[in-house]
């Protein structure tokens, strides 16, 4: 899974409480013995793959002169062979998998580096998981040096086939200089869609324009940053009827969706800290904001202030903070009429009509609340237990009365874990540190809400699929995938692509909330195109699709049942705006598209790389059609 970026500098300075220090990941305890689940980390890096891997072919041709410099996504050398997911010889006796690859026996390794575990595009034998697991399986231990081999088989064999085996063929108010392009309707990418089972087809409140070329609507220029501030959370982006509200430096700013032009303007006493997606039927959202602004001798005064945001008026309602020495809270969200926010001290929740307090920690508690999902329903991830014995619990609470309406309790050695879905309740977590690459995602746990009953527990492997969650302080802050139709949509890792020009590509997948296993449905990008799930409409599944270098994005809307992508929007493939959109990568930024218009803004704003080159905030896109 993707990588994250490193957090600014000047962070707020973390409360007290049960928890480790934030920002040191926490090494796995080792299992005990069992028959459980093995919960310990996985095989370390290399493990199963080639020491030495095959030579790649020749560099591409240089771009002729006078086209446009390659942007984010054009590759700068080819790309290096990998071992592909699919196992590379079928057994007798053995049936075939989806796509015509062969399912590995149970027990044997599904691809390198990940032993026990079935590649990309075979169902996920995966079955419930008791809520205390205990140590490893009776599973044997795999000879490296054949695993070594194998791996090396695989990688040539794809050499000779030309390519990963999943890679599906396909068809492919600003007054800056961008303001009047408009988006062409070429790169159509991505339509040998899969159906598989299940899922509803349509249903979706998007309506698909007559015409899907974009232009820009507006610009915002990024705000100034002093050189001791370095860098400042700007998070925080939300879309009405009437505005496209966004933060910006001890500020959040409505702006016309239309136009551009600056509706209102909220000052806040410091730069924001942490923001909720969600926003409720009257238009209402939530921040966590510093008391003050930071100073080289104090670079932060701690996220201690939460304040409730009418996005329609352009007013702050109430801004409120708990304890005797303000809490500073890492993530705050919104349920029916109810704020809660979390920390390492423990959860608050306020009514969010008034601001009055519904609960707080107690001095006698011996777990805490170190953060909340919001939306339709209320779920808590309450800590117990010291930092080498932590007993991680996930409470569906009432949100009125902070009343335990049902709790899983995860196998104890998972640190963290991150709300991807309130209803139904999907949770995510990094299992043993074995996802290896910062996302904060092995394993997704589907729990059902009314009993706290596990469903299913849906394996994830960091090298397969690119979706990340930050499950240390935020909670709920997890990118890159979306559920609905009982289903988990995440996308694939990037990987070769069926063309000749080295292009890359990756494609969305959807697993089974009951079984956990693949459906079988897959939406391919296309050739140069990487796409990413953003959010549901109805039984369809909202995606942005990152273009390759001489392109403009797209968002399509995927077919819940038939898998079928539908084109909503097509960027520009000017240069200049291709420069603004592929510095706001889905990953690292927020992106929000209704009604055939796409916003996408940063999350932190910092000092200009040169003076020379324009840097913006935010930016708008919107059809004619």
């Excluded at 000047?10 to 928890?19: D, L």
């Excluded at 009437?242 to 430096?249: C, D, E, M, N, P």
């Excluded at 001798?297 to 702050?316: M, N, W």
């Amino acid at each position: 899974m993707t990588q994250p970026p490193p957090p600014p500098p000047n962070q707020p300075p973390q409360g007290g409480g049960f928890g480790p220090p934030q920002g040191q990941p926490p090494q796995p305890p080792t299992p005990p013995s069992g028959d459980g689940p093995n919960l310990g980390k996985a095989p370390e890096p290399g493990y199963g793959y080639p020491q030495t891997p095959p030579q790649a072919p020749a560099a591409p041709p240089t771009p002729p002169t006078g086209s446009p410099q390659p942007g984010y996504g054009y590759p700068q050398t080819p790309p290096q062979p990998q071992p592909g997911y699919g196992y590379p010889g079928q057994q007798p006796g053995q049936q075939p998998g989806p796509y015509g690859q062969p399912t590995p026996p149970y027990g044997q390794p599904g691809q390198p580096g990940y032993p026990g575990q079935p590649g990309y595009g075979y169902p996920q034998a995966t079955v419930p998981m008791q809520a205390q697991a205990g140590g490893p399986g009776g599973g044997r231990k795999i000879n490296a040096q054949m695993v070594i081999i194998v791996a090396a088989v695989v990688a040539i064999a794809l050499i000779i086939g030309g390519g990963v085996w999943y890679a599906g063929s396909s068809d492919d108010g600003g007054k800056d200089d961008t303001a009047t392009s408009s988006g062409g309707t070429g790169g159509k990418g991505g339509t040998d869609e899969k159906g598989g089972e299940g899922g509803k087809s349509s249903g979706g409140e998007e309506k698909v324009p007559s015409d899907p070329a974009s232009k820009v609507l507006f610009q915002v220029p990024a705000p100034a940053v002093s050189k001791e501030d370095n860098s400042v959370v700007v998070s925080g982006s939300w879309l009405t009827d009437k505005v496209y509200a966004k933060s910006g430096i001890a500020e959040i700013v409505g702006y016309d969706p239309a136009k551009g032009g600056e509706k209102w303007t909220i000052k806040l006493d410091g730069p924001v800290c942490t923001a909720s997606r969600h926003v409720t039927d009257d238009n209402k959202t939530v921040v966590v904001h510093q008391p003050a602004m930071p100073t080289k001798a104090e670079p932060s005064h701690g996220c201690t202030q939460v304040a409730v945001i009418d996005l329609d008026a352009g007013k702050k309602l109430w801004t409120k903070t708990a304890g005797d020495q303000p809490m500073s809270f890492d993530n705050v969200t919104i349920s029916g009429e109810t704020v809660a926010a979390g920390s390492t001290d423990g959860g608050v929740a306020w009514d969010i009509a008034k601001g009055d307090l519904l609960w707080s920690p107690k001095t006698t508690d011996t777990c805490y609340d170190a953060g909340y999902g919001g939306g339709e329903k209320l779920v808590a991830v309450r800590k117990c237990g010291s930092y080498d014995a932590r007993q991680l619990n996930i409470q569906t609470i009432d949100p009125k009365s902070g009343k335990v309406i049902s709790e899983y309790k995860m196998a104890k050695g998972i640190e963290y874990a991150g709300i991807v879905s309130t209803n139904p309740l999907v949770v995510a977590a990094d299992v043993g540190d074995s996802a290896g690459d910062g996302s904060g995602i092995s394993d997704f746990f589907s729990i059902d809400n009314k009993t706290g009953k596990l469903l299913t527990r849906i394996s994830a492997p960091g090298e397969q699929f690119a979706a990340r969650c930050d499950t240390i302080t935020k909670i709920e802050h997890c990118s890159g995938l979306a559920v609905g139709n009982d289903r988990l949509y995440i996308p694939t890792e990037e990987h070769e692509g069926s063309g000749e020009s080295y292009s890359r590509t990756n494609e969305v997948v959807a697993f089974d909330l009951a079984t956990g296993k693949q459906t079988g449905q897959r939406a391919d990008a296309g050739d140069g195109y990487t796409i990413t799930p953003l959010r549901m409409d109805g039984g369809n599944v909202i995606a942005y699709k990152r273009p390759p270098y001489d392109k403009g994005g797209q968002i399509v809307s995927i077919d819940g049942g038939s898998f079928k992508q539908t084109t909503l929007l097509e960027n520009p493939a000017t240069e200049a705006v291709r420069d603004v959109e592929s510095s706001m990568l889905p990953e690292y930024s927020e992106i929000l598209y209704s009604q055939g218009r796409l916003y996408m803004s940063e999350v932190y704003a910092s000092e200009p790389s040169s003076a020379d080159e324009k840097e913006y905030l935010a930016i708008g896109f919107g059809t004619s059609g």
